[in-house]
C-alpha cells in the first residue's frame, strides 16, 4: 500500500474499548478513490465496530482518522456525511412517515449539500438507480424489506459520500436480489471508495477487487481479493477452527 | 415559498384582529384572549413535542419567565410595555439556549421530567425572591404607574394575529429543508444524523423558538390578569391545558391544538353554565382525555380527516391539514 498520493481515507491504529475488550484493536486502514474492499471476518471480530467508528457513531479510544489528508477522528455523524463518509446500516433506517423520495432528499440537502432543485434532480437518478422511482411517493413505512434495503442504500448514496460503507445490507435477501443488489454496488464503484461488511462471499468476489479479514478486533489480512481468498488461514480463521488455536489448548 | 392565499390569510387575520379588538365587549375578549393564548402555547408544544419529537413537561417555566421578564422589564424600567412585550420573547428565547445546552445531556423522559423539574426551581426561586415580589407576587404598574385603558383590546389583537400567523408560518416552515428535517427528526433521530442533520442544533432551535413563543404567549396573559404570583405562573396547569389540547386535538397536526383547545375552554364554559363545579369539569376533561386516546390514539383532528375519506398519503400534507 506504499501509496504515490495520499490515500482518500485513511486510519492509524484505530481502536475502540468496551470495557476491557477491544472490539476493534489498532487497525491501519487506506482507501483511496475506485477501492472497493470486501471486509470479513467471524461475528464479533470487529466489522461492525470498525464500520462504526469510520461512520462517526463511535468515537475512538485511540487512533486517528484521515480524509483528505483532514482529521476527521472527533467529528460526529452528521459532520462525516457532510464531509463525504456515509454508511447504508445493517438494519434499515427509514423516516417511516415520510415518502421515499423525501427519505432520500434528506441526505442530499443536508448530507451533500445540494440546493433544493439541483437535490431533486439528483435524486430522481438516485432512486431510478436503486429501482425505487415507482415507489417514490409511498410512505417509507409501506415498503418491503428489500425495497426498505434499496432505500438505506439510496440515502447513503444520496449524500454524495466519496466514501461509501455497506454493513450487510444484502443480508437477508434471497440469490437473486442479492445480484441485484451486487449490480447496484458495481455501478456505485467509480469514483468513490466502497467498504462492504457482507457474509455472503459470492456477493463479494462479484464486486470488490481487495478483501480484509478481521479477527478478535485486529486485521489480519488485507489485500486482493483472489490473493487473500485463497490464503489457507483464511478457511480456519473464518471457521474459528484453526489448527494452532485447538494445539494451544 | 408563501402562497398567495397564505399572504390573504394573513392578512385576512390581521384585520379580524383589529376589528375584533375595537368591536367586541370587554367580557368577551377576555375569554377570546384566554382562547388564544392557550392555542398558541399548545401549538408550541405541539412543535417541539409533534414535530420535532421531543417532549418537555417543563415548558410552563417559560409561561413564567416570559410573565415575570415582561412584569419586571415594564415596572423597573420607563421602555413602553407594547416594546417591552416584544423583547420578551427574544429575552427568553436566548436564555433557553444555555438552559436547552444543558438539559439536552438528558434524554428522552430524563430529559421531560428534567424540564419539570426546572419549572418547580423557578417557581420556588421566585417565591424566594424579594425582589420579584416572593410568593405575594407582582402587580403589572408600567413606569410605576397603573395600567391605563383596556389593554386586552390590544392583547388581543397581537394575540389573534399570532395565532393566525403561527398556523401560515408553520405552513410555510414545513415545507422548508428545516421543516423537512425537523420531521426526519420525529422519526429517527440516527437516521436523521446519518442524512447529516444537526440533530442536537435543529432541537436547541426549537427549544429555544418554542420558549420564545411560549414566553410571549404567558406575557400576553399576564397583561390581561395584571397580577402575578409564583404559584399561578409557574403552575403545572399551564403544561396541562398544553398537553390535553395537542393530544385530544391531534399530535403532529397544525389543526389539532385549535380543535383542542375549543374542546376545553368549550367544555368548561359550557359546564359552568349548567352549574357545575371546576372539579366535575376536570373529571369530565379527563375521562374525555382517556376515551379519545382509546378510540383515536393520534387524536381527534386526524380521526375525523381520515374519516372523510382522506385517501392521500402526502406526509407533509398530511401533518398540515
Known amino acids: ?249 | 415559498m408563501i402562497r398567495p392565499w397564505e399572504i390573504a390569510a394573513l392578512a385576512l387575520g390581521l384585520a379580524a384582529a383589529i376589528c375584533g379588538a375595537t368591536l367586541i365587549g370587554s367580557g368577551s375578549l377576555f375569554l377570546l384572549c384566554e382562547i388564544l393564548v392557550i392555542f398558541l402555547l399548545a401549538q408550541m408544544w405541539n412543535l417541539l413535542a409533534g414535530f420535532a419529537g421531543q417532549i418537555s413537561l417543563g415548558h410552563q417555566a417559560f409561561v413564567g419567565l416570559g410573565a415575570y421578564t415582561l412584569f419586571l422589564a415594564a415596572n423597573e424600567t420607563a421602555l413602553p410595555l407594547w416594546l417591552v412585550l416584544a423583547l420578551v420573547p427574544v429575552a427568553v428565547g436566548l436564555v433557553a439556549i444555555p438552559l436547552g445546552l444543558v438539559m439536552f445531556h438528558l434524554k428522552h423522559a430524563y430529559f421531560a421530567v428534567g424540564m419539570w423539574v426546572v419549572a418547580e426551581i423557578l417557581m420556588q426561586l421566585a417565591a424566594k425572591a424579594d425582589w420579584l415580589g416572593g410568593t405575594s407576587g407582582l402587580v403589572l404598574r408600567p413606569g410605576g404607574n397603573m395600567l391605563a385603558g383596556e389593554p386586552e383590546r390590544v392583547v388581543f389583537a397581537i394575540a389573534a394575529f399570532c395565532a393566525v400567523a403561527l398556523m401560515v408560518g408553520l405552513r410555510v416552515f414545513l415545507r422548508t429543508r428545516l421543516g423537512l428535517a425537523t420531521l426526519a427528526l420525529r422519526e429517527n433521530e440516527a437516521a436523521a444524523a446519518s442524512a447529516g442533520i444537526d440533530v442536537r442544533g435543529l432541537h436547541l432551535m426549537h427549544f429555544a423558538l418554542t420558549a420564545a413563543g411560549t414566553a410571549l404567549a404567558g406575557a400576553l396573559y399576564y397583561i390581561t390578569a395584571l397580577y402575578i404570583s409564583p404559584n399561578d405562573a409557574f403552575q403545572i396547569n399551564w403544561l396541562i391545558a398544553m398537553m390535553f389540547v395537542t393530544v385530544v386535538g391531534g399530535i403532529g397536526t397544525l389543526t389539532g391544538p385549535a380543535l383542542g383547545t375549543i374542546i376545553l375552554i368549550g367544555a368548561r364554559e359550557a359546564m359552568t353554565a349548567w352549574g357545575f363545579t371546576g372539579g366535575q369539569y376536570w373529571i369530565v376533561m379527563g375521562l374525555l382525555a382517556v376515551v379519545v386516546l382509546l378510540l383515536a390514539p393520534r387524536g381527534l383532528w386526524p380521526a375525523i380527516a381520515a374519516r372523510r375519506g382522506a385517501t392521500q398519503h402526502a406526509t407533509t400534507e398530511e401533518t398540515e391539514a
Not at chain 1, 442504500?153 to 436480489?177: M, N, S
Not at chain 1, 479477527?215 to 494452532?244: C, R
Open chain 1, 1 to 249: 500500500m506504499a501509496g504515490v498520493a495520499a490515500p482518500l481515507l485513511q486510519a492509524r491504529g484505530l481502536t475502540k474499548n468496551f470495557g476491557a475488550i477491544a472490539a476493534t484493536d489498532a487497525v491501519d486502514l487506506d482507501l483511496n478513490s475506485g477501492d472497493s474492499v470486501g471486509l470479513i471476518g467471524p461475528n464479533g471480530a470487529g466489522k461492525s465496530t470498525l464500520l462504526a467508528l469510520l461512520a462517526g457513531d463511535h468515537r475512538p479510544s485511540a487512533g486517528a482518522l484521515t480524509l483528505d489528508g483532514t482529521d476527521i477522528t472527533r467529528l460526529p455523524v452528521h459532520a462525516r456525511v457532510r464531509s463525504g463518509v456515509a454508511r447504508a446500516a445493517q438494519i434499515p433506517q427509514s423516516f417511516d412517515r415520510l415518502t421515499v423520495r423525501e427519505n432520500a432528499l434528506l441526505p442530499a440537502l443536508f448530507g451533500a449539500g445540494l440546493g433544493r432543485s439541483e437535490a431533486e434532480g439528483w435524486i430522481a437518478e438516485v432512486l431510478a438507480l436503486v429501482g425505487l422511482t415507482e415507489r417514490a411517493g409511498m410512505l417509507a413505512g409501506a415498503l418491503g424489506l428489500l425495497d426498505r434495503k434499496r432505500l438505506e442504500l439510496a440515502k447513503a448514496v444520496a449524500a454524495r459520500p466519496r466514501v461509501l460503507l455497506l454493513d450487510e445490507i444484502a443480508a437477508g435477501l434471497t440469490e437473486p436480489e442479492i445480484e441485484a443488489i451486487m449490480e447496484l454496488v458495481l455501478s456505485l464503484r467509480e469514483g468513490r471508495a466502497i467498504v462492504w461488511v457482507e457474509h455472503i462471499p459470492f456477493a463479494l468476489r462479484g464486486t470488490c477487487d481487495r478483501l480484509m479479514v478481521m479477527d478478535k478486533g485486529a486485521k489480519t489480512h488485507d489485500g486482493a481479493f483472489a490473493e487473500v481468498w485463497e490464503n489457507p488461514e483464511l478457511q480456519s480463521i473464518y471457521m474459528g477452527v484453526s489448527d494452532d488455536h485447538s494445539a494451544s489448548h
